[in-house]
């Protein structure tokens, strides 16, 4: 009895928060924004600040480069250790391939009490490409909802997501490479 009880009690509060999630548009007055990163969808379009000190100056603005370019969108942080080595290796992919279009935007995860050393930390490591900052986490929010770092997802020239991916190990350096010689040439 005790079990059906549990059940039942379990069935009532998913529906309470089904029904609390239906009542609120999402992103609207404090409803949860959908998660969007997922192989077949669309990025949401999204603008955000360049890192202080980074590569970059002004706003990245995704809207100036869906269905245009194919691009990398790369969620790290400062105290993440393999985001160390992907983000020098996705520039020199970027080196190579962005005559052909690619866009590379990464996405600073870090809080206010360390992104002032997300754009210096870009700079150290040899990156060129566009560094921002999410603070308010409404992108990461709707992308890497498990705010995973690092966390990578490729977008094609159609503007549709090809590919999502958490983590980074040396060892796919050739699968990724070849991966973006496809998403650029596709």
């Known amino acids: 009895m005790r079990h059906v009880r549990l059940t039942i009690l379990s069935t009532l509060l998913a529906l309470g928060a089904l029904a609390a999630s239906l009542a609120l548009p999402p992103g609207e007055a404090g409803g949860p924004a959908p998660a969007a990163a997922r192989v077949g969808g669309r990025p949401p379009p999204f603008t955000l600040p360049a890192a202080t000190g980074g590569p ?3 706003t990245f603005r995704m809207a100036d480069h869906i269905g245009t370019h194919p691009i990398v969108i790369l969620f790290w ?15 020199s992919l970027y080196q190579r391939y962005r005559g052909q279009g690619l866009q590379v935007v990464a996405i600073s995860m870090d809080s206010q009490a360390s992104v002032m050393r997300a754009g210096p930390a870009a700079r150290r490591l040899g990156i ?24 990578s997802i490729w977008v094609d020239r159609t503007g549709r997501i090809v590919r999502e991916r958490e983590g980074f190990s040396p060892a796919e350096q050739n699968a990724i490479a070849e991966g973006v010689a496809r998403l650029v040439g596709g």
């Not at 942080?77 to 983000?87: I, S």
């Not at 060129?128 to 705010?147: A, E, G, I, K, Y």
């Open 56 to 58: 970059s100056s002004g």
């Open 77 to 91: 942080a400062t105290w993440c250790q393999p985001c160390q080595q992907e983000l020098p290796f996705y520039e």
């Open 128 to 151: 060129t490409f566009d560094v921002v900052t999410d603070l308010d986490t409404r992108v990461t929010t709707q992308l890497n909802p498990r705010r995973g770092a690092p966390f």
